[in-house]
């Protein structure tokens, strides 16, 4: 059974940082792009960041770029989404994505997630 496990997120002042992690128990994993995406209150769940299974390509939304930075480690199963300089409309609920598909990528992730998703983990930024 795929799982994937989001760390706790946390309540921020803005332009902290914050880190979240995944830990996936999927036997592809290190074969596989990965990907962040976020939901806030009243709106649509939305892209923030994929990385292919090398670690060579990386994609960010515009609202994230420069501040945030996805990474993985494929001996832990796990990937990564360092945020900083966190702002009040980064307020959502964050959840890790996987594709089943073996020929998804990074890229493709940006336009149409994958099929397995975490449980979701709360971030919220104060002003």
């Known amino acids: 059974q795929v799982q994937l496990v989001e760390s706790v997120g946390g309540l921020v002042q803005a332009g902290g940082s914050l880190r979240l992690s995944c830990e996936a128990s999927?036997?592809?994993?290190?074969?596989?792009?990965m990907a962040w995406f976020r939901q806030a209150p009243g709106k649509e769940r939305d892209f923030v960041a994929s990385i292919s299974w090398t670690s060579g390509d990386m994609y960010y939304a515009d609202s994230v770029k420069g501040r945030f930075t996805i990474s993985r480690d494929n001996a832990e199963d796990t990937v990564y989404l360092q945020m900083n300089s966190l702002k009040p409309e980064d307020t959502a609920v964050y959840y890790c994505?996987?594709?089943?598909?073996?020929?998804?990528?990074?890229?493709?992730?940006?336009?149409?997630?994958?099929?397995?998703w975490g449980q979701g983990t709360q971030v919220t930024v104060s002003s």
């Open positions: 994505n996987a594709p089943k598909n073996l020929l998804a990528t990074a890229r493709t992730l940006t336009k149409q997630s994958g099929e397995y």
């Open positions: 999927l036997r592809t994993f290190s074969s596989l792009p």
